[in-house]
T-cell receptor, first 110, second 112 residues
Framework: GIQVEQSPPDLILQEGANSTLRCNFSDSVNNLQWFHQNPWGQLINLFYIPSGTKQNGRLSATTVATERYSLLYISSSQTTDSGVYFCAVGNTGTASKLTFGTGTRLQVTL | SQTIHQWPATLVQPVGSPLSLECTVEGTSNPNLYWYRQAAGRGLQLLFYSVGIGQISSEVPQNLSASRPQDRQFILSSKKLLLSDSGFYLC???????????FGNGTRLTVT
């Protein structure tokens, strides 16, 4: 099956700093999504981004499908950004079956 | 707008007891439905998915089963729980043609 690697595994930032999270995947995909899991376990869909670039406030994501990687940018980080960021990939047929990476655990400190 | 409800939020069950976790989606029709499990706080694993009533696909052989008795209802069950069934179980949905996946708040199951 598809392998998904995320880096770095852990990241500590001071509030206001910027960061880049990376997701590499081992095979062609047409479905790539980024999620944020908050400290209470809630998983929030940040981006559906099989290719190209999208922005949502302080977050943006870029996927280069031909080179099998995606990047999540967090600018001007806030303590509420803390949690685990997951990249998930798949090939959309009749269902969005996703393979998840092991995540990047982000801690934003004051 | 669409919402997904999952309950209970936490559950402690003895080994050998049965399990039933329920998930319902509101505000959409014919969704794809999914059950994922997360162990040790990292990495979600797809357990089951369903593209329609009564249609269940299993991704990982295990002690669990799933059912979809109604269009927007998805149930995860076990006849006899094992210690290894402990974990965080999340229900999710997407539109029939694929696309964004949205998760419920999850059930934290502890088997003792």
């Amino acid at each position: 099956g598809i392998q998904v690697e995320q880096s770095p595994p852990d990241l500590i930032l001071q509030e206001g700093a910027n960061s880049t999270l990376r997701c590499n995947f081992s095979d062609s995909v047409n479905n790539l999504q980024w999620f944020h899991q908050n400290p209470w376990g809630q998983l929030i869909n940040l981006f559906y981004i099989p290719s190209g670039t999208k922005q949502n406030g302080r977050l943006s994501a870029t996927t280069v499908a031909t080179e099998r990687y995606s990047l999540l940018y967090i600018s001007s980080s806030q303590t509420t950004d803390s949690g685990v960021y997951f990249c998930a990939v798949g090939n959309t047929g009749t269902a969005s079956k996703l393979t998840f990476g092991t995540g990047t655990r982000l801690q934003v400190t004051l | 707008s669409q919402t997904i409800h999952q309950w209970p939020a936490t559950l402690v069950q003895p080994v050998g007891s049965p399990l039933s976790l329920e998930c319902t989606v509101e505000g959409t029709s014919n969704p794809n439905l999914y059950w994922y499990r997360q162990a040790a706080g990292r990495g979600l694993q797809l357990l089951f998915y369903s593209v329609g009533i009564g249609q269940i696909s299993s991704e990982v052989p295990q002690n669990l089963s799933a059912s979809r008795p109604q269009d927007r209802q998805f149930i995860l069950s076990s006849k006899k729980l094992l210690l290894s069934d402990s974990g965080f179980y999340l229900c999710a949905w997407s539109r029939l043609t694929g696309g964004e996946v949205h998760f419920g708040n999850g059930t934290r199951l502890t088997v003792t």
